[in-house]
C-alpha cells in the first residue's frame, strides 16, 4: 500500500482549486496586468495597521480567550446591530475566526457529515464545494442564471431539496458574479426554508460593498435567525486578507459546538489580528466608504468597457467583481483566459473554476487601478477582435 492509498477518498476526490494555475504563470510574466486576485488592492488604512503595531509594541502577544476577545465582539455586536439591525449577544453568540473561511469549515463540520447533502448555489466561491467534501457530506449545485441577475429561485431551491438535505450556502454579495439579493428576493426564499430544518449559512463578507442600497441579509427576517449562521470578517471592506480575521454570528447552541472545532484546531485567532480588528470597527468606517466609491467608479468602467466589446455584462451591484459572457468568442472559459494571458497578458479566471455552470464566463477583478483597467479592456478588445475575425 502506497501513502496515497492511505488518504480518505473524499479528500482525494476534492479537485484542486481551478483558479491557482494562473496565478502561477502570471508570476512569471513581465508587463502582465490581473483581473484575476480577489483581493482589494488598497493597503489596510494607517490607523488599523498602528493599532495592530501598537498592540506589539506592547507585548500584547498572548492568547485571548477562545471565542476571541470580548471587546472585539462586543464591537462586532454593535456592528451588526447598527448596520443590519441584527442583535446578537456577544458572550455566547459570536465568535471570531480566523478569517471567513475557518468559519465557513467550521460550520459545516458542525452541521453536515456523511450522507448528508449541502446544497451550493453556483458560480460560487471555491471553499464552499471543496469544505462541504471534506467533512464527507455531498454538495448539490443550484445553478444560478444570468438571465435572473444570478439572484436565487425560489423554486431552485425546491427542486435541490431532499430528506438527506442539511444546509444551503447563501453567498451574497457574491463571488465570482457581484450579483446580490434584495428584500424582496430573500423573501420568497424566506417562504420556502421557514418550515424546514434546513440551517442557512449565510456567507456576507462582501457586504460593505454594496452599490445599490443597503445590503440585506436572510438572518433579519425573524423566522430564519436562529437556524441561520451569519458570516463576515474584515479582508474585503477593510482590505485586511493578509491579516486573517473573520467571525461567524448565530444561536448561542451552534456557537457553543463550533467553538469546540475552533478550539482544538486553532485555540484562537491572531491577538495582533483582533486588536487591528477592534481599531477597524470603531474607526475605520470613513475608509471604507472612500474605498467604495473608488470600487464603484471601476465597476463603471469595466461594465461599459465589457458591453462594448460585445462580451455581454450584467450589472454587478456587490463585491468587486464582472462576470462577463464571453461565449460569443466561440472558446471556452479556459481557452479564453489561457490564450488572453498569454497573447495579451491579461489575466482573466475561467467561469468554471466557481462551478460547472460558470461555463462560458470569466471572473474579471476591479480591485485594481483605473489605469490598469482601461489598458486590461484595450488588450482584451484587441484579442477579442482577433478572435472573432
Known sequence: MTIKDMIKPNILATPPSGIRKYFDLINEMKDAISLGIGEPDFETPWTIREEGIYSLEKGKTFYSSNAGFIELRQEIARFMARKYNLEYDPSTEILVTVGGSEAIDITLRTFAGPGDEVIVPEPSFVAYKGCTMFCGATPVPLELKAEYEFRIQPEQILSCITEKTRAIILAYPNNPTGAIMEYEDYAKIVEVLRDKDIIVISDELYSELNYKGKHVSIAQFPEMKEKTIVINGFSKAFAMTGWRIGFACGHADAMEQMKKIHQYAIMCSPTTAQFAAIEALRNGEPEVRKMVDEYNRRRRVMVDGFNRIGLKCFEP???????????????????????????????????????????GFVRATYATSLENIREALTRIARFVERVRA
Open 317 to 359: 451591484y456587490g463585491a468587486f467583481y464582472c462576470f462577463p459572457d464571453i461565449r460569443s468568442t466561440g472558446l471556452s472559459s479556459d481557452e479564453f483566459c489561457e490564450r488572453l494571458l498569454m497573447e495579451e497578458k491579461v489575466l482573466t479566471v475561467p467561469g468554471n473554476a466557481f462551478g460547472a455552470c460558470g461555463e
